[in-house]
């Protein structure tokens, strides 16, 4: 007997590949795709089921196919293309965390559910310590926007493990995503020919490379393997940080710092503009950054990522296409530079 | 923990020296000439071996102080400035191009040891003239907590102390000095500190730097320390709730004191405008001799004389684990150190000759 896994959220790229990923997993008998609106890429052999999960309409999916696997990952920052608007997304978010949970809570078939969450629960504020691990309580809980959704839906996931014990149930929480595909907040901004940054302020990020995340996903979704447990929290990160201004060079795009509260009338422009989610959670995390403490991934989820932030930034950036200032011919012009002096040629 | 607070200087300071300090050989040089730096030659040499970042220092060292060592023969060619040069410019290739590592707590080792300390090192040297005692109870490996007295209206205290671990330690430590939530609310000032190796002093920060094997310096007195009046000058505040010395024991990691002479003076801190102080959100608004009488004028230090004294270091790898929890046993070690680093600065007040001398 197979396992049957539902996936929500799939109308986007990382939902899709994920779909399609996990069907080749050997127990696994089916898959079905939900998402509120017709996936524009091909689910592999996967059902599709259009249904919005904040419709108790879900509970229904769920009963007649016998689901035994959830994999919630429709929570998102970000619209799916430029015309939803934040208060959709924030409904899908909350709303249709709240009907899934409460489908799943009602159809005894569910044994696993696996929620796709973000680092930003931890918020970023100055006065928190400088890694978070799982057990970190936020100084300052986010006011709004997606990191309070966030918060929102893990405090839902805890009240259905709460009530259903029998469920294992896994939050990962997931650094910034990039990847060549990845629709993160932070993959748009990084798209911006000239990054606008806060003055002063040189935060810490890191990034969880796109392979990583369908890999996790389907270490979390599966039996757990011998010595590991897959249900709990975890973070999800690479190792290591990078500084804005040191991912900008290599990117190769200029920056332009802005006094810190210019920048959320910049921000609010560049959003009515349509070029990018500037809210006010990206603003500080940009103004103070996020490092969180990856020990619980490897030693408990037995998780070793195949990219470090640097890693994934890298495979990100080469993805995109050069900037206005190719690292490349920078670094060129300085070798010129050291050929043309006496000492440079010496050397070589 | 939580109340050990240090605030590095102003802001203003490291950054306006960033954009000179792009040729990292030169400001070493002044290091090399000082007649203050007691560090073994053998140091430099060593570090010529493995870092390609430190050859020009080397070299000049090698050139200047010993041009006929064996080991540096090849180094000590003429034309030093076009090898500068080259180093500057490999250096900038370096920075230009992002690739350069930084810890996660942001410390850009490559950053603080080129520009950043260069920066610092004159005021260090030329200005402050700081002597240090005792380095050598800074163990040479393994973690260790250095918990040093607080003063001076502006964290100048803190940096110094960097620079003399940085310079003057056998085995070439870092400190990672603990500051203020304030410091890293304030544009560049964050910037700087965490470039600097510096972190948020709290509980969880310390001990996962104790936890790596790193040198943590601590200023448990905080605000009432730096911010005292003038006329309470080398006496010291009460020292937090102690948590150091828990978090210290957690770790099992010695607690180095330390005495910091001169800090006191540099800005003698007549009076505190209550008023300023709230409206700015700061903890408290300096009124000095100069301070804000005479504007910017008022933030240049007065050149005192420094001393900084390490004392011997308290072990407390020899309690149980519950002993992090026992508040008797942290009353007494946190008053052994404060103890310890108050009857250092009484001595070291009567060896002094005169504040500026």
Known sequence: MGKVVLVTGVARQLGGRFVRRVQREPDVDRVIGVDAVPPGHHLGGADFIRADIRHPRIARVLAEHGVDTVVHMDVNGTPLGKRGSRATVKETNVIGTMQLLGACQKTPSVRRLVVKSSTNVYGSAPRDPAIFTETTPPKSLPSGGFAKDVVEVEGYVRGFARRRPDVAVCVLRFANILGPCADSPLAEYFALPVLPTVLGFDPRLQFAHEDDVIEVLRIASGEPRRGTLNSGTFNVAGDGVLLLSQAARRLGRPTLPFFLPTVTWVGSALRSVGVTDFSPEQIRLLTHGRVVRTTQMRETLGFDPRYTTAGAFEDYARSRGPGLLPPETLARTVDRIAAALPAGRGQK | ?357
Not at chain 2, 123 to 139: A, C, L, M, T
Not at chain 2, 215 to 220: C, L, R
């Open chain 2, 1 to 357: 923990m939580a109340d050990a607070k240090v605030i590095p200087f102003g802001g203003e300071e490291p950054r306006s020296k960033r954009g000179k300090g792009k040729r990292p050989g030169r400001a070493r040089t002044s290091r090399m000439s000082s007649s203050l730096a007691p560090v073994p030659p053998q140091r430099y040499l060593d570090r010529a071996e493995d870092a390609r970042a430190a050859q020009a220092a080397s070299e000049e060292h090698a050139a200047a102080a010993e041009g006929a060592r064996g080991q540096a023969a090849e180094a000590a060619q003429p034309g030093g400035w076009d090898r500068k040069l080259a180093h500057g410019l490999s250096f900038l290739r370096r920075r230009i191009t992002g690739e350069y590592e930084v810890d996660e707590f942001g410390y850009d080792e490559e950053l603080t040891d080129q520009v950043l300390m260069s920066a610092l090192r004159p005021f260090y040297e030329k200005y402050f003239r700081v002597e240090v005692k005792g380095i050598e109870n800074i163990p040479d490996k393994g973690a260790a907590l250095v918990v040093a007295n607080h003063s001076g209206t502006l964290p100048v205290d803190g940096l110094m102390l960097q620079v003399a671990v940085h310079d003057h330690h056998p085995a070439d430590r870092h400190i990672r000095m603990l500051a203020a939530d304030l410091v890293f609310m304030l544009p560049g000032v964050n910037e700087v500190s965490r470039k600097l190796g510096h972190t948020l002093a709290c509980a969880e920060d310390a001990q996962q730097l104790l936890e790596r094997g790193e040198v943590v310096g601590v200023m448990p007195e905080g605000f009432k320390g730096i911010g005292k009046p003038f006329s309470e000058r080398y006496k010291l505040q009460r020292f937090g709730r102690g948590g150091f010395v828990s978090t210290a024991l957690r770790a099992g990691a010695p607690i180095v004191p330390c005495s910091i002479v001169g800090a006191e003076e540099i800005f003698p801190m007549l009076g505190n405008s209550r008023t300023m102080a709230r409206l700015l959100g700061i903890p408290y608004f300096p009124l000095t001799p100069s301070w804000p009488w005479l504007g910017p004028l008022g933030l240049v230090p007065l050149p005192t004389k420094w001393t900084i004294q390490f004392g011997e270091p308290i072990a407390t790898d020899g309690y149980p684990a519950e002993a992090a929890d026992d508040p008797m046993l942290m009353f007494n070690l946190t008053d052994q150190v404060r103890e310890t680093i108050q009857h250092t600065l009484y001595k070291l007040l009567v060896q002094r000759r005169s504040v500026f001398f």
